[in-house]
């Protein structure tokens, strides 16, 4: 799900997505089939001599091995970082790796101050790195290796970047500061009041304070030194070389939600947001009835996207050589006054027998909050002189990629992306062309994430183009070169690649049958890979450019790894409601015949979060539900795991396919899973149980709820019950907000659907989830009661958040989860 629902109990096995063939082999894998259409039964999978058991399964993960984590290339390209975190531990081991070495070396605590660190900014000359360690900033010599603190102290600096001239520039809080490499001096060169600039002295106005000063001397000298001292103030600031830099008083309403300084070190763009907006909420907590006092806990909770009302934000420019302040003005955002819920306001109008007026009225407006990346929406050229800014609105329809006019302090629109459902919160990264007045960046506008170059105020050009999603955008260190990662083979195989700028030519890097992420080496000669297959998970790869593959880790235990683990099959499904295919995982029971006269029970997991990929040759993120589908398998159970409409790296018609109807295209797809596979693995169409997590949870619901014949037995995990108790940032994307479209609210929520429930139903839920609150089982729970429905049971885990953490909470949900389709599958 958006902000809130995008991370899962996952292990540190499954935070990067590897995969798994010959480790050094450069020779082509086997072709993937971007439909595969069954022309033969399906071979029956290997038999396991040891059967799997949910106590080991859900057991502690670490007995599948310790992940590296977070990896990373060291400044000289000659090494990688990576940290590595036992489940039980407080706290990750940072390692380095040398290339040449096949074990990896733990960086001490009294040498962490000395690794390379990630990230960090690199001086026009690409020979000194600056970068913050620990809250403070630090400057490495690249070519001796040298390091250098330059502060040091308890309150942390956020940000730090070399200026033009070689001086380096941070930031804390609200004040900008200059440490001049010639003399060491450290300069503040903007101090950011939020409040109102102080009064200077003045007059007399009234009659009586005319006649205090006319009459009283004493009164009269002291206002008159007052006058003295400001004039002599104003003087000093103007002529004395010590002083710095005037502050910035920009009144006491707001407070600074980003500031970026321009690379010479003349501007400072601030983003202002109003300072009496809070993402949490007024009215609610989220109670810890296990306080480690032994009390009940009062947990502050987030908004609901019912009562949370983003104010959206406000650029000002501040010139600092001339001390002048522009507010920047959106009059150049093509659509700035449309009203873009034009239709949908009237429908819910019409619907309340009113009618509805479309008028004009200015949008609010925010730089543009992508969940994936870690670049700023404020993006510099080289010489300090342009600006561009990624910007949304908030009302979720419209993107802009926007200059800034630096001398005028208005906005030009290089680009709008318009999307009548919603713009994507992923796939927006953007950059300068190095010594051009060329920018690249991201769309959706041909309905997949693609690749294109624009010259300023010129049309742009599509370097990439085709029917699959373009991300992780690179520029090469020459900047001739954009590398990228695209799933253009089939929408679950993941390789790199890199395009020409100049020509608009790509070729491929990698060649992997799975999915992977990739880091560009520092020298741009090498790649840093992260990649898995569908049964081995993630492992850390070096390859050339242009050359062999070479593993650098081996995390995954042996006794994982022996294991004879099911593979599944990644096939697609014909949509019967014109949606094409459906990508799916299948898993086939031991001993599989599929002519057998028994037919097989089924189950279908649904994926959490909505806009994830699951369906995909890499090695599940759910590597939990992967282990319990193998036994499922091996206990006689055909499971599917369906990529659903709305799920991730299958386009924009595929993800918006939800607006407004949550809860019924996926049922659609789940519908054609059944049907799929009663007709090609011997499967009893009445016997078929379902569940899943957050929002798997809440397909769970609606398919129990609006097809009570579909599935036999349901089971909701950590699920949603009502999108108006769920977060802005995600659920005004897909429903707008329960004030402008109730019909939509009403049509997507399972609460609304509960009368529906036919069937077993089991909901579990963890009391401390803070993503989607245990409240929302509890609301349901009583409907159901009120419905006087007695097919479902619930079950509470006190100390769990959104994503479990006990081994002990897994085992008893999956326990219960398991029984359930015994009991009501094989009847």
């Known amino acids: 799900?958006?902000?809130?629902?995008?991370?899962?109990?996952?292990?540190?096995?499954?935070?990067?997505?590897?995969?798994?063939?010959?480790?050094?082999?450069?020779?082509?894998?086997?072709?993937?089939?971007?439909?595969?259409?069954?022309?033969?039964?399906?071979?029956?999978?290997?038999?396991?001599?040891?059967?799997?058991?949910?106590?080991?399964?859900?057991?502690?993960?670490?007995?599948?091995?310790?992940?590296?984590?977070?990896?990373?290339?060291?400044?000289?390209?000659?090494?990688?970082?990576?940290?590595?975190?036992?489940?039980?531990?407080?706290?990750?081991?940072?390692?380095?790796?040398?290339?040449?070495?096949?074990?990896?070396?733990?960086?001490?605590?009294?040498?962490?101050?000395?690794?390379?660190?990630?990230?960090?900014?690199?001086?026009?000359?690409?020979?000194?790195?600056?970068?913050?360690?620990?809250?403070?900033?630090?400057?490495?010599?690249?070519?001796?290796?040298?390091?250098?603190?330059?502060?040091?102290?308890?309150?942390?600096?956020?940000?730090?970047?070399?200026?033009?001239?070689?001086?380096?520039?941070?930031?804390?809080?609200?004040?900008?500061?200059?440490?001049?490499?010639?003399?060491?001096?450290?300069?503040?060169?903007?101090?950011?009041?939020?409040?109102?600039?102080?009064?200077?002295?003045?007059?007399?106005?009234?009659?009586?304070?005319?006649?205090?000063?006319?009459?009283?001397?004493?009164?009269?000298?002291?206002?008159?030194?007052?006058?003295?001292?400001?004039?002599?103030?104003?003087?000093?600031?103007?002529?004395?070389?010590?002083?710095?830099?005037?502050?910035?008083?920009?009144?006491?309403?707001?407070?600074?939600?980003?500031?970026?300084?321009?690379?010479?070190?003349?501007?400072?763009?601030?983003?202002?947001?109003?300072?009496?907006?809070?993402?949490?909420?007024?009215?609610?907590?989220?109670?810890n009835y296990l306080g480690k006092d032994g009390y009940v806990d009062a947990v502050p909770a987030r908004a609901r996207v019912a009562e949370d009302n983003p104010p959206g934000e406000r650029l000002v420019l501040l010139d600092l050589e001339s001390h002048t302040k522009k507010d920047i003005t959106i009059e150049g955002l093509t659509g700035f006054d449309q009203d873009v819920l034009a239709s949908v306001k009237a429908e819910n109008a019409k619907a309340k027998g009113e009618t509805y007026q479309s008028q004009s009225q200015v949008r609010k407006v925010q730089l543009m909050q992508d969940w994936g990346w870690n670049q700023s929406a404020i993006q510099w050229n080289d010489a300090g002189t342009d600006l561009l800014v990624l910007l949304e609105s908030v009302d979720n329809k419209d993107r802009w990629l926007a200059r800034v006019d630096l001398n005028k302090g208005t906005l030009i629109t290089e680009h709008r992306l318009h999307d009548d459902a919603w713009i994507n919160y992923d796939y927006n990264q953007f950059g300068w062309v190095p010594d051009s007045d060329k920018f690249y960046y991201l769309s959706e506008e041909s309905g997949f994430s693609q690749l294109y170059l624009k010259q300023v105020g010129k049309s742009s050009v599509a370097l990439t183009q085709g029917k699959f999603v373009v991300d992780s955008l690179t520029l090469s260190k020459d900047g001739k070169h954009i590398y990228y990662r695209a799933n253009n083979e089939h929408p679950g195989v993941y390789n790199v690649h890199r395009v020409k700028i100049a020509n608009s030519q790509s070729e491929q890097l990698t060649n992997w049958k799975g999915t992977l992420d990739y880091s560009l080496s520092p020298d741009g000669q090498s790649l840093l890979l992260t990649a898995s297959s569908l049964t081995t998970p993630n492992e850390l790869y070096i390859q050339a450019i242009g050359g062999a593959r070479t593993a650098l880790t081996d995390d995954t235990s042996t006794e994982f790894k022996q294991y004879p683990w099911q593979a599944p099959k990644i096939v697609a499904v014909p949509s019967s409601h014109g949606a094409g295919v459906v990508h799916a995982r299948v898993y086939l029971p031991e001993g599989y015949d599929a002519t057998q006269a028994d037919k097989y029970p089924a189950v279908i997991f649904n994926h959490g979060a909505g806009y994830l990929q699951n369906a995909h040759y890499g090695f599940s993120g759910y590597f939990r539900e992967f282990m319990f589908h193998n036994l499922l398998a091996q206990q006689g159970y055909v499971v599917m795991d369906m990529d659903y409409r709305g799920s991730k790296g299958y386009g924009r018609d595929w993800r918006t396919a939800i607006y407004r109807n949550m809860g019924h295209p996926e049922v659609e797809d789940l519908k054609d899973g059944v049907a799929w596979m009663a007709k090609h693995v011997n499967v009893d169409a009445n016997k078929v149980g379902t569940y899943g997590g957050s929002y798997g949870g809440f397909l769970t619901f609606m398919a129990l709820f609006n097809e009570p014949e579909l599935f036999q037995a349901g089971a909701a995990l950590r699920p949603v019950t009502d999108w108006a108790h769920y977060n802005a940032g995600y659920t005004s994307n897909i429903l707008n907000t329960p004030d402008d479209d109730p019909i939509a609210f009403e049509r997507s929520s399972p609460i609304e659907h509960a009368q529906g429930l036919q069937k077993p139903l089991l909901i579990m839920s963890g009391v401390l989830d803070d993503n989607v609150f245990f409240q929302d089982s509890v609301r349901l729970v009583q409907r159901l009661i009120e419905l006087e429905k007695p097919m479902f049971e619930t079950a509470i885990y006190p100390v769990e958040p959104h994503g479990f953490k006990q081994p002990s909470s897994w085992l008893d949900e999956y326990r219960r989860i398991y029984r359930l389709f015994e009991q009501e599958l094989k009847q």
């Open 1 to 287: 799900m958006k902000r809130f629902m995008r991370n899962f109990a996952f292990s540190a096995l499954s935070v990067a997505i590897v995969s798994g063939c010959s480790l050094t082999d450069k020779s082509p894998q086997a072709q993937v089939d971007a439909n595969p259409v069954i022309t033969a039964p399906l071979a029956s999978p290997p038999i396991a001599a040891n059967k799997l058991t949910l106590k080991q399964i859900m057991a502690d993960p670490d007995w599948m091995g310790i992940a590296s984590q977070g990896a990373y290339w060291s400044d000289d390209g000659q090494s990688v970082y990576f940290s590595r975190q036992p489940s039980e531990a407080a706290t990750a081991q940072l390692y380095q790796q040398q290339l040449t070495q096949t074990k990896a070396e733990a960086i001490t605590v009294a040498k962490l101050h000395l690794a390379d660190q990630r990230g960090g900014e690199l001086n026009l000359a690409k020979d000194k790195k600056v970068y913050l360690y620990q809250g403070n900033v630090f400057i490495k010599d690249l070519v001796s290796g040298d390091i250098k603190q330059l502060t040091r102290q308890n309150d942390a600096i956020d940000g730090a970047r070399f200026l033009n001239n070689g001086d380096v520039a941070y930031w804390q809080g609200n004040n900008v500061y200059r440490l001049h490499q010639d003399s060491g001096l450290i300069e503040q060169i903007a101090a950011i009041l939020m409040s109102k600039a102080p009064k200077e002295v003045a007059e007399p106005e009234t009659y009586i304070a005319k006649q205090q000063h006319r009459l009283i001397q004493f009164v009269a000298k002291e206002h008159h030194k007052a006058k003295e001292r400001q004039a002599s103030r104003k003087i000093l600031s103007l002529q004395d070389p010590s002083f710095a830099n005037k502050s910035w008083y920009l009144g006491d309403s707001e407070v600074v939600s980003e500031l970026s300084l321009s690379p010479n070190g003349r501007y400072l763009l601030l983003s202002l947001v109003d300072k009496d907006y809070d993402w949490r909420s007024e009215h609610d907590i989220m109670p």
